[in-house]
Each structure stands twice: as structure tokens, then as C-alpha cells.
């Protein structure tokens, strides 16, 4: 990465950093999840940057991928333990950052355990060291605290344009995981529940992203979606939100569904705890560098 780019990113980490705290200050009982997020975007567009996928909020024993619909009237419930997962990219830059929220005290210990877990992989997130054994402190900090970390989801390396660029960065110890590359980017993101510690699919799907630029047998209107999807975001995620100008809730929903069916969208279903256990997360973007890890968000 070159002088420039990582400027571009600490630029880019600091706004994702304002939005995902100013975001968490508006979770409250009985608030939509739509206002939380489009504000959140706001934020970061109004700071001269995109958001780099939408806003995930996922509340409970979703872990991840909730991001709102068009129209969408979901309120946060009573007690509910809340997930805000954001990015910000600048040119394809991109920033990834997250942060829970507990509105009942007895989650206290969950986030405290979850908080813990990512500091432990920060400080010994050093080039050449084992992944493997990143995930080993992540897994002895969660569970240290009586909590089981979920092990089907983890941390990623981030290129430009590509916010999971292959690289994972388990929550539980892994064998031949790889090692910390220098000069990288990471998105560190420990995720830790009172269920069991798996994640599986649910059957809403809310964030798309591109899989193919092309297509036969495509009608005018599942064209002019795939172009404008391809201009505007290139390979990164959106939310059916950022098509409105297209078409109705309607119309942006079925073309979306065609797309994916056609294959030239990936869709990212809802996350569940399968055992509905409560799911805390939280998650920086670093840097590695010759000298020191960077906390970029």
C-alpha cells in the first residue's frame, strides 16, 4: 500500500469510526431500524465517503447481514441486544467496523467477554504471526467468561474493492489458518453468544452484491438494474435501499430476485444462532505495518 492509499484509509476508518458511534448512541427501544441506518449512511456519505456495504443492524440471536428494506418499519424491541456492523470506503478503500449495543444489563458480561476478545487479537496482531493462534485468544477470552465463541464466522482480509479478499481470521483456534500478512488490511471481528456458537442461514434476504456484469436472456428492466448496479457499486454490497430511484418496492425487489436467479448477483441471507443463543460482536479494521499494527476504525 502506498503513502497515499493508507491516508486515504486512516481517512476512511475515522469516518466509519463517527458514524458507528454516533449510530450506537441511536439505538433505543422502539426505534426503527431504517432511521438508524440511513442516518448512519448519512453520516458517512455527508464525511466524503460510501458506505462500503449497508448498514447492518441485527438484533438478538441475529448475527448478522439485517440491513433494512425499503420502507422498512422493524423497530428495535425492549432488552434487545443490538449489532451495528458498518463501512466506509473512499475509491474502493475500504473499512469495516462494529460495535454492540445491550439494552438489558444482564448482556453486560456478553459485550464485556466480546470487547476483551478483540483487544487480546489487536495485540498480538503482529506480521507473520499464526491466525491460528489469534484465534485461540479470541476463543480463551470469550470463553474464560462462560461464553462460546461462534465459530463459523471471523474476521477477513480486505483488499480494494473487496471486502472478504479471501483470508480469514478464525474465532476459535484453527490449525494451518495462515499467517499475518505485512502490509495488509484486516477486519478483526470476534462474535460471541450464550447459544451454541453456530451461525446458519435464514430465509430473509436484505444485501446483494455483484456476481456477474453480463447476462443472456435479460429483460429491459433487469438490465437497466444490472448497469446501474455495476456503475454504482461495482463489486461491493448494497442494499435494495440504494435502487429506490429505479423502480417501486416492488419492482426493485423482483428485479433483485431475477438477478440472483439469473446468477448475476450473490444474495447474503440473515445469520441466525441456531440455537437463538444472544449475539454480541465487535470489530476494528487494522493495518500492518513494518513498525506497528494500526488501528484504523
Given at each position: 500500500m502506498s503513502e497515499d492509499e493508507l491516508k486515504v484509509l486512516i481517512n476512511a476508518g475515522k469516518i466509519a469510526a463517527e458514524a458507528r458511534d454516533y449510530g450506537s448512541k441511536l439505538i433505543k427501544p422502539g426505534v426503527k431500524v431504517l432511521d438508524v441506518c440511513e442516518a448512519v449512511e448519512?453520516?458517512?456519505?455527508?464525511?466524503?465517503?460510501?458506505?462500503?456495504?449497508?448498514?447492518?443492524?441485527?438484533?438478538?440471536?441475529?448475527?448478522?447481514?439485517?440491513s433494512p428494506k425499503i420502507n422498512d418499519d422493524k423497530v428495535i424491541p425492549e432488552g434487545a441486544v443490538v449489532k451495528l456492523d458498518i463501512g466506509a470506503h473512499i475509491g474502493g478503500i475500504i473499512t469495516d467496523t462494529a460495535v454492540t449495543v445491550s439494552l438489558d444489563d444482564k448482556y453486560n458480561k456478553l459485550l464485556d467477554a466480546t470487547r476483551d476478545a478483540l483487544r487480546a487479537a489487536i495485540s498480538n496482531f503482529k506480521p507473520g504471526n499464526?491466525?491460528?493462534?489469534?484465534?485461540?485468544?479470541?476463543e480463551r477470552a470469550i470463553k474464560i467468561n462462560g461464553y462460546t465463541p461462534i465459530r463459523n464466522?471471523?474476521?477477513?482480509?480486505?483488499?480494494?474493492?473487496?471486502?472478504?479478499?479471501?483470508?480469514?481470521?478464525?474465532?476459535?483456534y484453527q490449525h494451518n489458518a495462515g499467517k499475518i500478512l505485512l502490509d495488509n488490511t484486516f477486519a478483526i471481528e470476534p462474535f460471541a453468544t450464550d447459544g451454541y456458537g453456530e451461525v446458519v442461514e435464514g430465509k430473509e434476504e436484505t444485501i446483494y452484491?455483484?456476481?456477474?456484469?453480463?447476462?443472456?436472456?435479460?429483460?429491459?428492466?433487469?438490465?437497466?438494474?444490472?448497469?446501474?448496479?455495476?456503475?454504482?457499486?461495482?463489486?461491493?454490497?448494497?442494499?435494495?435501499?440504494?435502487?429506490?430511484?429505479?423502480g417501486d418496492k416492488e419492482v426493485v425487489e423482483n428485479s433483485l430476485k431475477a438477478l440472483t436467479r439469473k446468477k448475476c448477483?450473490?444474495?447474503?441471507?440473515?445469520?441466525?444462532?441456531?440455537?437463538?443463543?444472544?449475539?454480541a460482536q465487535f470489530e476494528h479494521t487494522v493495518y500492518v505495518g513494518k513498525e506497528e499494527t494500526i488501528v484504523i476504525t
Open positions: 448519512k453520516i458517512i456519505i455527508d464525511r466524503g465517503a460510501f458506505p462500503a456495504f449497508p448498514c447492518n443492524l441485527s438484533i438478538n440471536y441475529e448475527a448478522a447481514h439485517y499464526s491466525l491460528g493462534e489469534i484465534g485461540k485468544l479470541i464466522l471471523g474476521g477477513h482480509l480486505i483488499r480494494k474493492y473487496e471486502l472478504h479478499a479471501g483470508i480469514f481470521v478464525p474465532n476459535v452484491s455483484l456476481r456477474s456484469p453480463s447476462a443472456k436472456g435479460l429483460n429491459e428492466t433487469e438490465k437497466k438494474f444490472l448497469d446501474t448496479i455495476n456503475s454504482r457499486f461495482k463489486t461491493l454490497p448494497f442494499s435494495e435501499r440504494w435502487l429506490s430511484d429505479l448477483l450473490y444474495s447474503y441471507p440473515v445469520l441466525l444462532e441456531v440455537r437463538k443463543g444472544i449475539v
